[in-house]
């Protein structure tokens, strides 16, 4: 069990891990800080945190464990601010969607103390945000990728590896490079695609009348694109090396298709159909995501 979780974003992820530590006795306080104060007053009174912190560094002051739940591009100044009360007994892990960047944030700010910090990204989320919709459940079931670097200390390892696992999270490690390049194929490129496609569909001038005859299949593929913008802002700026050559790939594909099209080619059209089709079909999520 840990004494104290020090809780630097205190919206969705942060408020539901918060939640979910509380639930298996895995945490005794929890102190807060969020930029918005009402936030932060939001997360105290639905018992997510039990004090709220005037700032990151007092909300890590005493604590043992640290999650970071902030934007990807405010990490590395949330390591600065928090990095004169980091000790090498702490544990501090963050939960963004890109890592790559977050390490190297990591050793710039923490340098010496990068062996606390166990780099996380729980493959989990909503599209709605903030602290009114944290979920204690969020977690269960889920995946939960840890990016650790050669200076990241075993112990640490450890207590990560056991804390995800304790929620009912299945863990796996990789490499931050090796994250990136499958996140932006998985993730970041079906957001970038629905993104454009709702920018495609409301630019023309009968948007609004096509997207009113829109049933479920619409309605499942867009889904993710009402995710939050600035968030995604930052993820798709963050990892833009990986994207856009994840998009090329796209592009290739999709211009494939296009061409057999324009060129009435029923038969190889068929095929690549048949393809991603059967592909699907035989794809699904392990039972540890569902």
Known sequence: MFQQLGLIGCGMMGGSFALALKRAGLVKRVVGYSKSPSTTDRARQMGVIDVEAPSALLAVSGADI?????????????????????????????????????????????????????????IAGKELSGVENADVDLYVGRQVVLTPIDRTGAVQVQQAVDLWSALGCRVVKMAPEAHDAAFAAISHLPHLITFALMNAITGQSAGKDFLSLAGPGFRDFSRIAASEPTMWRDIMLSNREELLLQSKQFQQALQALELMIQ??????????????????ANWSMSKQQQ
């Open 66 to 122: 640290v999650l970071i739940a902030v934007p990807v591009a405010a990490t590395e100044a949330t390591f600065k601010s928090i990095k004169h009360l980091v000790t090498t007994n702490m544990l501090i892990m963050d939960v963004g969607s890109t890592k790559r960047d977050v390490v190297d944030a990591s050793r710039r700010a923490l340098r010496e103390q990068v062996g606390c910090f166990v780099p996380a990204h729980p």
């Open 263 to 280: 060129n009435g080619n029923g038969d190889a059209l068929l095929e690549r159909i048949e393809h991603a089709s059967a592909t699907r």
